[in-house]
């Protein structure tokens, strides 16, 4: 086994109550760079425009739109930095360390115009509650670089074994994508048919922006670092079918939350199986199958083998 390949093997263990100061903070400071990303790019159904990425090395917001060129911002979980670059050769970075939300959002900002790149985004979260804005927000303050990089690496566990299952599915999906608004890796397909309109009621977010994210009907599933011990994966449907809260889903862990409205799978429960790769997909897969079974999705025509060039390529 490579030296890359020790390093990764394993799914980290995270426990949510060890880092919530930290995971709270960073939460705010991805919302101010992905309200960023929002301020330069234009609309992409679903809000999709607007997201972050995992990275060998993080999150991005991979390039945004500025003028005739482009720049991207970049949390580096290993040299724990904010990276921001310009096309034009720009080069700053905002170190990652214990500091004030305030703090973070002023040397952001100054970052970007030192570097031509002016902007101006709505200064205060969204999806939480208090919504304090950015510029007076000292309460949130916490960085523990270690707990930090965990996440990030549970995060790319997810995304691996997200994305495959995202392979399986030739209709409308969305990339496997990290939400600021709630700070969720999410990944969501569609039945091609429209939804009703959404109710909203997200704390701190008009309706009109649950409007539009949920303007089609959809399965969606993600990562979450809350609902258990140590953050919990999740899979919801919209509209929700009847009898979808009692659909038969895998594995045993797995089970369905009046309270969310979702489906959910403790991380702990997926990171100490004897095949954690296996018991996610089965998750995935089950969960999507109430979905789209109960729904009347036209499975068939929305779904296809990943590997269904296989034997060409290796010719």
Same mark, same amino acid.
């Given at each position: 086994m490579t030296e890359l390949k020790a390093r990764q093997t394993g799914w980290p263990r995270l426990s949510v109550a060890d880092w919530s100061e930290t995971r709270d903070t960073l939460h705010?400071?991805?919302?101010?760079?992905?309200?960023?990303?929002?301020?330069? !790019?234009?609309l992409v159904n679903h809000w999709w425009q607007?997201?972050? &990425?995992? =990275?060998? @090395? #993080?999150? $991005? =917001?991979?390039?945004?739109?500025? #003028?005739h060129g482009a720049f991207d911002i970049e949390f580096?979980?290993?040299?724990?930095?904010?990276?921001?670059?310009t096309s034009d050769g720009g080069d700053r970075q905002v170190a990652l360390e214990p500091k004030p939300?305030?703090?973070? /959002?002023?040397?952001?900002? @100054? =970052?970007?115009?030192?570097? #031509?790149?002016? =902007? @101006?985004?709505? +200064?205060?979260p969204n999806e939480v509650e208090p919504a304090i804005p950015f510029a007076e927000d000292e309460r949130h303050a916490s960085y523990d670089p270690h707990a930090a990089q965990l996440f990030w690496r549970q995060l790319m566990q997810a995304h691996r074994v997200? $994305?495959?299952?995202? !392979? @399986?599915?030739?209709?409308k999906v969305s990339p496997v994508h990290l939400f600021w608004g709630a700070l969720d890796l999410a990944c969501t397909r569609f039945s091609g048919r429209?939804?009703?309109?959404?109710?909203?009621?997200?704390?701190?977010?008009?309706?009109?922006?649950?409007?539009? #994210? &949920? !303007?089609?009907?959809?399965?969606?599933?993600?990562?979450?670092?809350?609902?258990?011990?140590?953050?919990?994966? /999740? +899979? /919801?449907? &919209?509209?929700?079918?009847d009898g979808f809260g009692d659909h038969p889903v895998g594995p045993d862990a797995a089970f369905y939350s009046r309270e969310n409205g979702q489906f959910l799978l403790p991380y702990e429960a997926v990171a100490a199986a004897a095949a954690p790769d296996r018991a996610l997909t089965e998750f995935l897969e089950t969960t999507y199958a109430a979905a789209a079974d109960l729904g009347g999705w036209d499975r068939a025509a929305l779904e296809a083998d990943p590997h269904r060039w296989d034997e060409d390529r290796r010719r």
């Open positions: 705010m400071w991805t919302q101010i760079v992905g309200k960023i990303r929002l301020a330069h !790019s234009p607007v997201t972050l &990425y995992v =990275t060998p @090395r #993080g999150l $991005s =917001t991979s390039a945004i739109p500025c #003028g580096d979980f290993l040299d724990h930095r904010l990276h921001v670059r939300v305030a703090r973070f /959002y002023t040397e952001v900002m @100054r =970052t970007l115009d030192e570097l #031509g790149v002016p =902007t @101006r985004i709505q +200064a205060r997200i $994305s495959r299952f995202r !392979s @399986r599915f030739v209709g429209p939804a009703p309109e959404h109710p909203g009621g997200a704390p701190n977010c008009p309706n009109w922006v649950m409007v539009e #994210g &949920y !303007s089609h009907e959809l399965s969606s599933c993600g990562f979450w670092p809350g609902g258990a011990e140590e953050g919990a994966f /999740y +899979a /919801y449907a &919209y509209p929700e079918p």
